[in-house]
């Protein structure tokens, strides 16, 4: 059985995990593939991710994903577009580890010439900024349209899923039409309740961005591939603390998984 670790964001329950878990259809789960959603020990209150926000973020997942290769799992994604902890990860991992950003930006690229990030709220724009620069994906990207609707990472699009879905639909059409995109893409994983509708009412391809990551990850399993080390290189042996006192990257990794020990409710 080939385990796939993916890392939720959000300290959640049962209940809000089963949420997130529903991006990944059962019947398109691989025959000796299990996918499992493991939340964070550490997240944020706030889904605005600011600058400040995104460094906590990325340890957040860094310290979750540094335990999965002991914990015996063959790959690991991250359930957010960011890719929060996504190079972290692969200098320290030798499985593939694999984020829904650069995985459905790199996707919609193979479906067609121009493709259009549709997403919550401005607020998340940094994000997309970021992630587009350092794919080297500006110029495929036509526009990065917003429905400006809090998202709400527990509850996800509950109770409102139709509702929603419209709306994105409403701006996906606009950049179909003027921004002339040809895919669009999903531009957070906590939209995944709308891809059904909007699979089916968009003339243009939809990406959900977690099922994709995650059928990556399966792919990259069965072809036995995984990120170059020459690209994502380890780091040195040995870690400085002090001035003169030097920690191997073992205790290291011991330091930060204290860290999230100290600050998480015991």
């Known amino acids: 059985m080939h385990r796939i ?86 200098s320290r991992l030798r499985i593939p580890v694999v984020g829904p950003g650069i995985a459905s930006l790199h996707l919609a690229g193979v479906l067609g010439h121009k493709f ?13 900024s970021k992630i587009l620069r350092e794919y080297h994906l500006e110029e495929k990207c036509a526009s990065i349209r917003f429905i400006n609707r809090a ?36 531009g957070s994983t ?19 961005p977690g099922l994709v990551a995650y059928k990556m990850a399966e792919m990259l399993i069965e072809l036995n591939l995984s990120h170059s080390r020459k690209a994502f290189p380890k780091p040195e042996s040995s870690f400085l603390v002090g001035p003169g006192r030097l920690v191997s990257i073992e205790k290291r990794d011991q330091l930060l998984h204290r860290i999230a020990d100290a600050a998480s409710p015991k």
């Not at 259009?116 to 997309?128: E, F």
């Not at 009412?201 to 939809?206: E, F, I, K, M, Y």
């Open 5 to 90: 670790k993916y890392i939720v964001t959000v300290p959640l329950d049962e209940i809000g995990l089963r949420r997130r878990e529903d991006q990944i259809p059962k019947e398109l789960i691989h025959r000796g593939f299990e996918p499992k959603f493991v939340p964070v020990r550490l997240g944020l209150a706030s889904p605005e991710l600011t600058y400040s926000d995104q460094l906590l973020f990325d340890f957040a997942v860094y310290e979750e994903g540094l335990k999965a290769e002991s914990e015996g799992y063959d790959a690991v994604c991250m359930d957010t577009v960011s890719d929060a902890g996504l190079n972290a990860l692969r």
């Open 116 to 128: 259009s990030i549709i997403t919550m709220w401005d607020k998340w724009l940094s994000i997309y």
């Open 151 to 186: 998202p709400d990472s527990v509850m996800l699009l509950e109770g409102k899923e139709t509702e929603t879905a419209k709306m994105i639909e409403k701006e996906a059409l606009k950049a179909i039409n003027i921004d002339n995109a040809d895919v669009i893409v999903l």
């Open 190 to 208: 906590t939209m995944h309740q709308a891809h059904g509708y909007l699979s089916k009412h968009l003339p243009v391809p939809v990406l959900n």
